[in-house]
């Protein structure tokens, strides 16, 4: 019985060890390697002049031929890296040039706030941040946006660009 008794003793001590730990990581569905599967940019010009708006034609471009990851990790950090080529229409929606096996490598850190991925990256000493609106997300697949709004003022005259971007991710 003594025999027993300490067998059990000694099972306890060896469970209790293993399964008090703290509490677990609260790991995010984004935690993994995803695929870019595509990427559009579309950019919506207003030119102002004198008063006067015109609007360009949008421009789009897109990646094809894509081999790019985005290896988002639980410590908060990102690495995008791969290749894909970059295709540019004109106004007509006609290739206006492409840019083939364009390379990337970018290390960023990431949070989610809301449906929102914050991005953060160091270019030349200087801290640029970025905001993804994540659309819809499954266990394998990401659909996501984002919309820059840019001014650039020349005394009477300014533009004014809308760029939004779509992106699609898999697993």
């Not at 789009?60 to 790019?68: D, F, G, K, L, S």
């Not at 985005?70 to 004109?90: E, I, M, P, W």
């Not at 006609?94 to 809301?114: C, F, M, R, S």
């Not at 266990?139 to 699609?168: L, P």
Request: glycine residues 4%.
């Amino acid at each position: 019985m003594l025999k027993q008794t300490s067998i059990l003793c000694l099972i306890t001590l060896v469970l209790s060890l293993f399964s008090c730990s703290t509490e677990e990581e609260n790991i995010h569905p984004i935690v993994g390697k995803w695929q870019l599967q595509e990427f559009e940019l579309i950019q919506e010009t207003e030119l102002i002049f004198d008063d006067r708006v015109t609007k360009e034609d949008p421009r789009r471009v897109e990646y094809q031929n894509i081999n790019i990851t985005y290896d988002f990790r639980n410590d908060k950090t990102l690495q995008v890296s791969g290749t894909a080529d970059l295709v540019s229409y004109d106004e007509n929606g006609e290739v206006d040039y492409t840019v083939t096996n364009q390379a990337t490598l970018t290390d960023y850190t990431w949070e989610i706030e809301g449906d929102n991925l914050i991005l953060q990256t160091e270019v030349n000493g200087t801290i640029a941040s970025g905001s993804i609106k994540i659309i819809t997300m499954s266990d394998n697949e990401i659909i996501a946006q984002s919309i820059i709004n840019r001014e650039f003022d020349w005394s009477t005259n300014k533009q004014v660009d809308v760029i939004t971007s779509n992106y699609k991710f898999i697993r």
